[in-house]
């Protein structure tokens, strides 16, 4: 079975802070995909990255950054220089390719990150 | 344009009734999914259609059923509504027949509330 977690539940961050978001997942597959998602308060589901497990690179894209770890089986966000905007639930999510077509994401319960001034 | 939208955006209504929803993507996608998001921000797969065809129904009360007419829509009808069922639904698509596992895009979601 696969699972994802998101230990943290809430987090509170100053602008300007550099905040983590951790995300642990199992699964028994040897090919997977990782994803993140962020929902922002007005509710639609916004794509971040996705990341196949042969793929150990980090990647940064302005001030989001990723730090993909397969012997401890993490995926971990970080945003530096946090923002207002940045207030939003973010979702960790592994995917699972279908025989019939398409894949199943199994989705973290989420961290919301809360910016404050 | 919009690349997945779902309609309606929010539905109000009493317990016992059937209502719907509907869900249409114009990227070409051939596979179609719900979501059902709980009170507590919880995501999970209720169905999945590939080119028409069911291809995950996850343990969904059988009040539920998805109808998908062709590639680009798929419904989603509830039967005999319950408390339980006020959560927002959330179509996506993406490409299903590739070799890599590809993103889902997301409609805005449809939040059902029942009273």
């Known amino acids: 079975a696969q699972k994802v977690t998101q230990a943290q539940t809430e987090i509170s961050v100053v602008e300007k802070e550099d905040v983590t978001l951790d995300c642990v997942y199992e699964t028994r597959d040897t090919t997977y995909y990782l994803f993140w998602y962020k929902q922002p308060p007005s509710g639609e589901l916004v794509f971040l990255i996705r990341r196949n497990s042969f793929d150990e690179q980090n990647e940064i894209s302005g001030r989001y950054s990723w730090n993909f770890q397969k012997s401890t089986s993490s995926f971990n966000f970080t945003i530096t220089a946090s923002q207002v905007v940045d207030s939003a639930v973010y979702f960790c999510?592994?995917?699972?390719?279908?025989?019939?077509?398409?894949?199943?994401?199994?989705f973290g319960t989420g961290t919301q990150l809360k910016v404050e001034l | 344009d919009t690349a997945v939208s779902q309609t309606p955006k929010y539905l109000v209504t009493q317990m016992g009734n059937d209502k719907s929803i509907k869900c249409e993507q114009n990227?070409?996608?051939?596979?179609m999914y719900w979501y059902k998001q709980d009170s507590k921000k919880f995501l999970k797969i209720m169905f999945s259609y590939n080119n028409k065809e069911l291809i995950i129904n996850e343990t969904v009360p059988n009040r539920f059923s998805p109808k998908s007419p062709d590639k680009a829509h798929l419904n989603l009808h509830i039967n005999s509504l319950e408390l339980g069922d006020s959560a927002v639904y959330f179509c996506?698509?993406?490409?299903?027949?590739?070799?890599?596992?590809?993103?889902?895009?997301f409609g805005e979601g449809s939040r059902l509330t029942v009273l």
């Open positions: 999510a592994l995917s699972q390719k279908l025989t019939g077509g398409g894949n199943k994401l199994t």
């Open positions: 990227l070409g996608h051939d596979t």
């Open positions: 996506a698509s993406s490409q299903g027949r590739t070799a890599v596992i590809r993103e889902l895009f």
